[in-house]
């Protein structure tokens, strides 16, 4: 049995996934000879700590009462620099200013040597390079499958399962929160402003969702996939983005007519990274409807293969988190 | 450098295409460590041989000159015994009655250590439990994406970039000719008569269709599905089978008129495995149109995760052989 000791940074609705899939999968995992041992919760109050593993299912029963694990007043960052560990799983909410404190703990895991799984964007929105070269330079592993789409696996799956297999261009939906607003819209004729209400009331868009519905957060999963995929060097700023917000229910009834759908799709290439809404036929693989998130990837030998998946929610994300956990540590 | 020694047993249209993929991404593979040499290509006539690596170019132009590669008579079986080499690539044409040439080829790679990578469904339909027994006694690897949906990634999918997830069943549209005649019904309002035979002259159906037309082709690749992913031991005789030969147009057009198309759906779990055709919502992500095929994989932690992509074909079907290749003999 290999012992993993692991961190949990940030544990807001994701980290808390992670627990709650660590609990279930905890036979699964030991059947694969994999004993993961959560040795650290942190929140931004403070963290849960036993060099033995901690209760999981105490800490989410103490987030969900008191807000907070926290029971010792330590960040991540003194977790990352002073306990013994082998992974990080960081989970702090994306930041895309600045990188926020997910950059410092990625850059501290790897400068100490430990494996890295992570959900957040900022950091490798801003500084991919340099953590890939950091990682690279310690012998650190550095996986970040839920960054995005959430359980839709696509980098994965584009590295490994496509191996020897050139990818020319990736072209999806990113975002489920437009993809919903849009399909809703068509569904009831009714304005961007009705459904986006609508969304906020169901909780599929944030009280503040210029971060979709604007297209940046479509982008920045775009900047990921270029310097993953295709091995560029971009940052926010290479991408051209327009939003949904302009469009209207005519637009999208006039298109339907035509035997065709309107979709925020974001595509990456060698050449350029773009994020607009897009006229899809009906029958197309990119054609699929709510909150779904879907990826087509252009081969050289295999012409177009698309994924689909759900892009969002605490276990699914969770999920991917689980994939990178378990391709990183399992005996080859 | 690593080389890989291998043989293409079966140099009909996926034995063509490896030799086509294996030229183009020659430089590719040196890239990535690995100098790939075919020391014999075989079909049912003989075989060219060389163990230097013979010149792939000149082996397809010999085969669409004279018909045939055979400079040596020499059969698979024997080129499997006698030739020193790693790996063996099995493209003979799939029976599903006896398990044909592949099955034997196979047997006596995995006796002699070899690894196979495999397109062939009959010998995985068969006797996919001794199969992957003498392989794994034998220490030899064995892979056969390509057995399933082509260039449409399943089998690696759900072992590798889904791991740690539990997948619950796989239903998905497997064949490509069903695929293409009922979407046409439907587009031309015209029966399955009229429509096959458009197809045959299109080259997308056989001029025997009966294995694609009656679901036995899709049923093939559930077996291999239930056996690679659930680990049962099933054999075609498991498997409930109904055709698309009595959907009527009248059938197709009502589905739509109430937001469905027919699909010939292949479906497998633990406990039952079934194809015939079914409802799909149109704009559920396993609603595909044309010739694609589609696996819709519902996993315990992120829901349904779908793949899209080209069935057929024989860059296609190569490119999952290539990906296999790849995927053994590349340094971790």
């Known amino acids: 049995m290999k012992t993993v000791r692991c961190s949990i940074i940030g544990f ?55 807000g907070t694990v926290a029971l010792e007043k330590i960040t991540g960052l003194e977790v990352i620099k002073s306990i013994d560990h082998e992974l990080v799983i960081e989970t702090t909410p994306t930041n895309i200013e600045t990188g926020g404190a997910g950059l410092q703990n990625m850059l501290a895991a790897f400068e100490k040597g430990l494996d890295v799984v992570t959900s957040n964007k900022g950091p490798l929105t801003l ?27 696509v980098i994965n799956f584009a590295k490994e399962v496509l191996a ?31 459904i986006l209400a ?9 009280t503040d969702p210029t971060y979709d519905v604007e297209g940046i957060d479509t982008a920045c999963k775009l900047v990921i996939l270029a310097n993953a995929i295709f091995g560029l060097d971009t940052t926010y700023g290479d991408v051209d983005v327009t939003g949904i917000t302009k469009i209207t229910p005519e637009a999208l009834e006039m298109a339907y007519e035509n035997g065709h759908v309107i979709k925020l799709i974001g595509e990456v290439s060698r050449d350029r990274i773009h994020v607009a809404p897009r006229l899809v036929p009906i029958n197309h693989p990119l054609a699929v409807g709510g909150t779904l998130n879907v990826a087509s990837l252009d081969t050289e030998l295999a012409g177009e293969i698309t994924v689909t998946g759900r892009g969002a929610g605490s276990v699914e994300t969770a999920s991917a988190i689980l994939s ?5 540590y399992r005996e080859q």
Chains 1, 2 share one sequence.
């Open 12 to 66: 807001g609705a994701i980290g808390q996934g992670v627990a709650e899939v660590l609990l279930m999968k905890k036979e699964y995992l030991e059947n694969m000879g994999l004993d993961v041992r959560v040795i650290a919760v942190v929140d931004s109050k403070g963290a849960t700590l036993s060099p033995e593993g901690v209760n999981l299912a105490d800490c989410l029963a103490r987030k969900r009462e008191k």
């Open 127 to 153: 500084n991919y390079r340099d953590l890939v070269e950091t990682a690279k330079a310690a012998g650190s592993k550095f996986r970040f499958e839920a960054t995005v789409g959430g359980s839709m696996p």
């Open 164 to 194: 020897g297999n050139n990818i020319r261009s990736v072209k999806g939906i990113l975002n489920g929160t437009c993809n919903y607003i849009l399909t809703r819209m068509l569904e009831e004729r009714a304005s961007y402003t009705d």
């Open 198 to 206: 609508e969304s906020m009331e169901l909780g599929i868009a944030e």
């Open 324 to 328: 990178d956990l378990v391709s990183i």
